[in-house]
């Protein structure tokens, strides 16, 4: 059986910051969230009319501008910026500031960020300069900036931090897979601070291509973009690519208090599994992201009665919104019926190895706040999807312990719980 947390020390979230479709920012997301607000719209990055899929939760107004000079965003991909600007208002939220810490205390602030593409986007963009004899528009640093690795590098380097620096790739697992492996080195006392979350811009010409070719993303909502990503209705038929930024600051409940910082939750168990069974499908059965969650729930010591909000994956396709459920159902027993859960894709769309922190999120704002955020488009749900998805409209509810649940290619699943402190 797998056990997350193996150590000493409690682990809390003190700082949170992100970049989404639906707002830029905490308090813009958090706002959007609460309104029902739809981030999907008709893609603008680059002319969508030769596909099939013409629509995306792109960020509307983000500015390179404002996180990296002229020079820099010539050799790094959009994930870069995203992730800094979430990462500087997560930093500034903790009340930690990395300059005033000590040569050995940098030493034991690190970073850990999930991605799934991560800088495939960038990679594109280069081999078209390349060989369209162009070349000389190219960057001499695409190759190290096309690795995953890359990405935390970055954060390291801006804020002048020499802990470890990881970056976790799991799929769409990635992000609460990383969260749970920052927090990991806190209990175990390897790392006092992490800045931790995920990060992911899978919009471009050729990633768009691939999707079609899988067939997993809706063509049906084109002309009415802010429609098209349903999770749990009836007439879904597909996901909605997205893209953004959701990052965090982790670090001992002990050191927290001591500092009297603002603690969102604290991150108490974590379960992890694989259906071992196809390179992008679920098995049906739905056994394998239930006992993902049903370890999370053990992990943290509770039992599943305990868990008063599940903050679901939700992709809005025809298999996964369906197994889903059932794995709830599995994984839940009757209070599957009892609590409320929310498919926050519904308003930002799949921001692939970003999604886990995305939802995380949403969480946390929610147990702060006393608000559940809404499922969207959510009209007629399907007769096989008949839990509580708080249809449309969000609803007051308290909430002090919740699972944010995950899956991914290669059918791996990720389940994390949070607790109010």
């Known amino acids: 059986m797998f056990q997350g947390f193996a150590g000493p020390r409690r682990v809390v979230i003190t700082g949170f910051g992100c970049v989404t479709p639906i707002g830029i920012g905490r308090e813009q997301f958090w706002e959007g969230l609460k309104a029902g607000k739809s981030g999907v719209r008709r893609i603008e990055s680059f002319d969508p009319s030769a596909f099939d899929i013409q629509i995306a939760a792109e960020i509307p107004d983000f500015d390179w501008k404002a996180e990296l000079n002229a020079k820099d965003r010539q050799h790094v991909p959009r994930t870069v910026p995203l992730a800094l600007a979430a990462a500087r208002e997560a930093v500034t939220d903790s009340g930690i500031d990395p300059n005033e810490l000590s040569p050995e205390d940098k030493g034991r602030f690190g970073v850990v960020l999930g991605t799934g593409g991560g800088g495939l986007s960038f990679t594109e963009k280069q081999f078209g300069f390349w060989f369209s004899g162009n070349a000389g528009k190219g960057s001499i640093y695409t190759i190290p900036a096309s690795t995953h690795g890359g990405l935390s590098s970055e954060l390291s380097m801006v804020f002048g931090i020499h802990g470890l620096s990881h970056v976790i790739s799991t799929g769409c697992t990635s992000s609460t897979d990383a969260i749970f492996y920052a927090a990991q080195h806190i209990a175990l006392g390897r790392q006092d601070t992490m800045i931790a979350g995920g990060v992911d811009s899978p919009i471009s010409p050729g990633i768009l291509k691939g999707f079609e070719v899988m067939k997993v993303c809706t063509p049906d909502w084109n002309d009415e973009p802010t429609r098209a990503s349903r999770p749990f209705s009836r007439d879904r038929s597909g996901m909605v690519i997205g893209e953004g930024s959701w990052i965090y600051v982790l670090e001992s409940l002990g050191s927290a208090t001591s500092r009297g910082a603002k603690i969102y939750a604290e991150i108490a168990g974590y379960g992890v599994t694989c259906d071992a069974y196809h390179r992008v499908r679920l098995e049906e059965n739905g056994i394998e992201p239930a006992r993902a969650m049903s370890l999370a729930i053990e992990d943290a010591g509770m039992s599943a009665s305990d868990i008063q909000y599940v903050n679901l994956h939700g992709t809005s396709t025809l298999l996964n919104d369906r197994i889903e459920t059932q794995a709830v159902k599995i994984a839940f027993g009757d209070h599957a019926y009892k609590m409320p859960m929310s498919g926050t894709k519904s308003q930002i769309g799949h921001p692939q190895g970003a999604t886990g922190a995305a939802g995380i999120g949403a969480t946390l704002l929610a147990m702060n706040e006393g ?40 059918s791996k699943n990720s389940a994390m719980v949070l607790r109010s402190v």
């Open 371 to 410: 608000i559940i955020p809404p499922t969207i488009n959510l009209d007629q749900p399907d007769p096989n999807c008949d839990l509580d998805y708080v249809p449309n409209s969000s609803r007051s509810g308290k909430i002090e312990v919740a699972l944010c649940n995950c899956i991914g290619f290669g």
